[in-house]
């Protein structure tokens, strides 16, 4: 199993802007979500997945969106890029809770955005 | 609401020093508590979690942490500082069951190791 995988690795933008952040499992998990990574805020959930079809609003929503047509995959969009998005951003996936080892997340390796 | 604090943005140690990186949350109920290690440029590892069984929880690295309702702490040690431990450390609640999958983090501690 490849486990988690994001592409790309890094990314440089301009304001205004828009790309896609992808992420990708091949454990059949169920659920999965976005984070973001900042300096002395540790990480901040952004949107997140119960399943195919299904997403919600995390802590932190605004200037992104998501979307599940498939189990594997988890897409992180930014429509129009602010400097205040600048951040690493980790794809999140993991089980249904009610199964045996529901609540063990696993993480990709993150995407680190500059944005200008 | 949820949350977790973790004091002390950097602990130093000396190798071979005990450490102990502190964790409180705040919480209505008991949830789920975990603690993860990332490596420079790195994503988040799992070190241990608690999940309403022995409240002295075993990682992995010989790491440990121990649940206490009383105080509402879920503090990480290990015994013995070894160079690869610098690294930082998160602290993390979720709720239980249906909510297990929303990872409320604290800011984290950056573990120093003197040799």
């Known amino acids: 199993n490849a486990g988690v995988t994001q592409t790309p690795k890094f990314q440089v933008l301009k304001t205004g802007q828009s790309m896609t952040l992808q992420c990708a499992q091949d454990?059949?998990?169920?659920?999965m979500s976005w984070y973001r990574q900042d300096p002395g805020m540790g990480l901040r959930l952004i949107h997140y997945s119960v399943g195919a079809g299904i997403t919600d609003q995390g802590e932190v929503p605004n200037g992104y969106n998501v979307s599940r047509s498939t189990t594997e995959d988890f897409p992180l969009r930014l429509l129009s890029a602010a400097p205040s998005q600048t951040s690493v951003y980790f794809c999140v996936s993991s089980y249904s809770p009610r199964t045996s080892g529901g609540n063990t997340q696993y993480f990709g390796p993150g995407t680190r955005l500059t944005v200008l | 609401a949820q949350s977790v604090t973790q004091l002390g943005s950097h602990v130093s140690v000396s190798e071979g020093a005990l450490v102990l990186l502190r964790c409180n949350y705040s919480s209505s109920v008991p949830p789920y508590l975990f603690w993860y290690v990332q490596y420079p440029n790195q994503g988040l590892q799992l070190l241990l979690k608690y999940t309403s069984a022995a409240t002295l929880v075993k990682g992995i690295n010989g790491f440990e942490a121990e649940f206490k309702k009383s105080e509402t702490s879920f503090h990480l040690t290990k015994p013995s500082a070894h160079m690869s431990d610098a690294a930082e450390y998160f602290c993390?609640?979720?709720?239980?069951?249906?909510?297990?999958?929303?990872?409320?983090f604290g800011s984290g501690t950056r573990l120093l190791v003197r040799p």
């Open positions: 454990m059949n998990h169920e659920y």
């Open positions: 993390a609640v979720s709720g239980l069951m249906d909510s297990s999958y929303k990872l409320i």
